[in-house]
């Protein structure tokens, strides 16, 4: 199991790797929206806001609104950023949970 801190850190380079992606991509996919992240094996629920094309990851509140909510094993959420667990397989073995409208998941699923 990885600390609340090894996510955090994981959650600073998710940051950086959405960055990367091409302004043409980030102005036709990225909209304004709150994002969780819940890693119930920690207790733990991590907050942020994609806003301006950014992602950026603040202190909040449990059990503060969010427009996509994800939910994941703090191992399966670094395993994620750093590429050795793709989102699609995790998706349908129920490695992850995502709660969010049909349009935002249309959305997720160009930029990840």
Do not use: N, W, Y
């Not at 991590?46 to 094993?73: Q, S, V």
């Amino acid at each position: 199991m990885a600390s609340v801190e090894e996510c955090r850190e994981a959650l600073v380079k998710l940051v950086a790797q959405f960055d990367e992606i091409g302004e043409a991509d980030r102005a036709k996919h990225v909209v304004d929206r709150t994002v969780s992240c819940r890693i119930p094996d920690l207790d733990v629920t991590f907050h942020g806001r994609i806003h301006d094309g950014r992602l950026e990851i603040f202190d909040a509140p449990d059990d503060a609104k969010a427009d996509i909510k994800l939910t994941m094993a703090s191992d399966d959420l670094i395993r994620l950023v750093d590429g050795e667990l793709d989102m699609a397989r995790a998706l349908l073995t129920g490695k992850v949970k995502i709660d969010a409208s049909f349009g935002d998941l249309l959305r997720l699923r160009r930029l990840l």
